[in-house]
């Protein structure tokens, strides 16, 4: 998978790709999001897979596990701590293995 650039996103860019991302939302500078599962085994077995596809992209987010919850938090940190299409791409990545988790 080629390198995605870290070149940080306008606000109206940021608007636009969260647009494409339900759920997903700006906060104090960070793309967020929270999902509910049907159990902590459920949730954990989902912070497993979201770990694996953030060694792949290399770029990580703040991955945080509750009961029957998992919430990512990101930006890049090469960008001064901006979002960037790193922080998309690894958003829509997230989406699609959420969905197999049964995740909402």
């Not at 991302?21 to 077995?45: E, F, M, Q």
Request: proline content about 4%; charged content about 20%.
């Amino acid at each position: 998978m080629p390198a995605v650039p870290a070149v940080p996103l306008s606000q109206q860019e940021i608007e636009e790709r969260l647009a494409e991302l339900p759920g997903w939302s700006l906060d104090d500078g960070r793309l967020t999001r929270s999902y509910r599962l049907a159990s902590h085994v459920a949730a954990t077995a989902m912070v497993v897979h979201v770990a694996q596809v953030q060694e792949e992209l290399d770029h990580h987010s703040d991955l945080t596990l509750g009961y029957d919850t998992v919430s990512l938090a990101v930006h890049t940190h090469s960008a001064g701590g901006a979002v960037t299409e790193k922080d998309v791409q690894l958003a829509r990545r997230v989406e699609d293995l959420a969905v197999g988790h049964g995740a909402h």
